[in-house]
C-alpha cells in the first residue's frame, strides 16, 4: 500500500470556532496534541506524509518535527482559504499514484479505515473513493452532507445548504483517496463556495461524479471519524479516547472503582492486581506497577509508582519515583525529581520536592522536605522543616541512616545529620550535627513555682478587669 500512497494531512485552518485563539490541534487528547494523530498513525502505517500548515504554523511544525524529524514534509498554506485551496498548496508534491487526503481534526481514525479505504479504492478501481458514516444528531449538523441522486453523489456543506437537508444523515469523514491523475486536472476546476468564498476539497466529489468517473464510500461508525471544530467536541472526541483507554487496562487486570471519572493518558501504563479509586487522574508518561493502590482524588504526572505501594487518597505525585511498598499520603505532594525508597512512609500534609528518601524512612506528619538527602530507617517528627533556601540560593539537607529528628525541627541547610544521631522536638538546627549525637537547640525553659494562681487573680489584670477575662490582656 505504501508504494503507491502518499498522504496529506490538512492543518492549516484558524480553529475558529474554538475561541481559544490557539491552533485546535495542539490541543491534546488524553495526553497528546490532536495532530500527532494522524501523523503517527500514517508513520505506523510506512506512508510518505504531508501537512499543510497556516495558521500558528510554528508550533504546529516544531511539535510534528520533535515527533517525526525529517520524515514528514511541509507546506505553508498563507492564506486559509478552504479545504479545497489547503490541497492545491500542495501539487508540487504528488508523485504518487493515490493520494490520501486527511482532515487534521479527526484523531479517532485507525489502520483499519485507513486500509478498508484504501483496498475498496483499489478493488472497485475508483477515482475517488472516500470515508462517510451515519450521524442522526440534528445538533451535530456542521458536517457536509452526502447527497445522492440517482447515480450521482455530491457533498453538500452544512453551512451551505439551503435546503436543510437533516434528514439526510449521511456525512462525510474529511478523509479521502482521490487519483492522482484526476486530482490534477480536477483540482484547478475548484469554484469558490457563493456562501463563504472557500474552495471545497468536498466538491472534487461531485466534479468526479459529474464527469461520470467511479466515486466509491466505505461506511465506519460515526465515532470513529468525529470531527473536532469546538471545545464541545473535543471533549466528546476525549471521552471516547479515555473510555477506550480504561477498557484496555480493565482488560489487563486493573480495577477502576468509578472509571466514570478517572482520567488516564495515552503513554501511562498499569500492571495487573492495581486497583484505581474515584477521580485519579493520571497523566503524561506515568508508570504504575502491580498490586499498587491508588487512592481517590490523587493525581499522578510522570510518576513511577512501583510494586505494592499504596497512594493515599488526595495526594499529588508529579515527576517522582515511588518504590514498592511506600505508602503516600493522604493529602502528600511529592515531586521534582524525588526518589522514595522502599517501604518508606510519607504521611499527610507532607511535601517533598528534589529529594531522595531512604528505605523504611518515615515522614508521617505535616512537614517540609525540600533537596534533602535522607537515608534509611529516619524518622522524621511531625512539623519538621528542611530551610532550604536563604532568599538567594537553595541549600542541602544531609540527614544520614537512623536518624531520629524531634517534632517541630527547623533544619537551617546547609546541614549534616549524622548517623544515628538525634534531635530534640521544637529544635533549630543551624550546625552539623554529629553521628551519634544529641542536638537540643531551643531556648531553655524556666518553671516559676506557684505563679500560674498569680496569674489567675483579677488584681494580676488591674481593677477594672473581670474576673477570669484574660483574653483582652
Ligand atoms: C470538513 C468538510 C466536511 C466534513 C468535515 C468532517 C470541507 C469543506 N468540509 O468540514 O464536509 O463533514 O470536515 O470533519 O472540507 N484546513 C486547512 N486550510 C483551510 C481550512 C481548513 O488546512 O483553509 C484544515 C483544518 O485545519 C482542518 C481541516 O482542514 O484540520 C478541516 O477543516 P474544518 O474547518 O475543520 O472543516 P469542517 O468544517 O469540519
Ligand atoms: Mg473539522
Known sequence: M????????LAAGKSTRFNTKQSKLTEKICGQEMILYPTKLLASLGIATTVVVGYQREIVESLIRKNHGERVKFVHQKEQIGTGHALLCTQELWDKKHILILNGDVPLINSDLINSLYQKHIKENAQVTFVTAHNIDPSLS????????GNKIKIIEAKDDKEERKEHCCINAGIYLINKDFLQTAIHELEKSKVTGELY????????????????????????????????????VEQIKRSELIKYWMDKGIRFYAAQNNHIDLNVTIGAGTSIGASVQLYGS??????????????????????????KSHSVVKDAIIK??????????????TIVSTQANIGNFVEVKKS???ANTKIKHLSYIGDAQIGNDVNIGAGTITCNFNGLTKEKTKIEDNVCIGSNNSLIAPICIGKD???AAGSVITRDVPADALAIARAHQINKEEYSKKLKQPAFYGA???HNDTTTV
Do not use: M
Open 421 to 423: 544521631a538525634c534531635t
Open 142 to 149: 456542521a458536517y457536509g452532507r452526502v447527497v445522492q441522486e
Open 201 to 236: 476539497i468536498t466538491d472534487l466529489i461531485h466534479n468526479a461524479s459529474d464527469k461520470g468517473l467511479k466515486v466509491e464510500t466505505v461506511s465506519t461508525s460515526f465515532d470513529i471519524i468525529r470531527g473536532i471544530n469546538t471545545l464541545q467536541e473535543l471533549w466528546a
Open 286 to 311: 506515568t508508570k504504575i506497577g502491580n498490586n499498587c493502590v491508588i487512592e481517590a482524588f490523587s493525581i499522578l504526572e510522570n510518576a513511577v509508582i512501583e510494586d505494592h505501594a499504596n497512594i
Open 356 to 358: 531522595e528518601v531512604g
Open 324 to 337: 514498592n511498598k511506600s505508602i503516600i499520603g493522604p493529602f502528600a505532594h511529592v515531586h521534582s525529581d
Open 2 to 9: 505504501n508504494r503507491n500512497l502518499q498522504a496529506i494531512i
Open 464 to 466: 477594672k478587669k473581670v
